[in-house]
């Protein structure tokens, strides 16, 4: 099971730190990823990063702004998100991938979600 949280109102610029805390013994095996979803649009890639830690990925629009982390000791991803924008307001998820080989970046590489958390920018 998983569990985002962090997310509410920002004003353009600022920061917001979401978290997902995970339950079960398998995590700190489990690649994991943030993904998003604004209204109308399509969910679509944000971050992703290895069971170790050592790869990350990035979507274009957020490589610089955004860092995934993860500490398999808290069973707990972050996506500390910087220098938020408007177009950045979403659900954003996590997800957790059992295959431990891949860092995906296809929604469907991915076996477990969680249940989202809002994030709203504001200009």
């Known amino acids: 099971q998983l569990q985002a949280s962090g997310g509410g109102l920002v004003q353009a610029g600022g920061s917001l730190r979401l978290s997902c805390a995970a339950s079960?013994?398998?995590?700190?095996?489990?690649?994991m990823g943030w993904f998003r979803q604004a209204p109308g649009k399509e969910r679509e890639f944000v971050a992703a990063i290895s069971w170790s830690g050592s790869t990350t990925l990035y979507a274009d629009s957020v490589q610089g702004r955004f860092t995934i982390s993860r500490d398999n000791g808290k069973n707990t991803v972050y996506l500390q998100m910087n220098s938020l924008k408007p177009e950045d307001a979403a659900i954003y998820y996590c997800?957790?991938?059992?295959?431990?080989?891949?860092?995906?970046?296809?929604?469907?590489?991915?076996?477990?979600w969680g249940q989202g958390t809002l994030v709203t920018v504001s200009s």
């Open positions: 079960g013994r398998l995590f700190s095996t489990c690649a």
């Open positions: 997800a957790a991938d059992r295959t431990s080989v891949r860092v995906g970046i296809r929604g469907d590489e991915y076996d477990y």
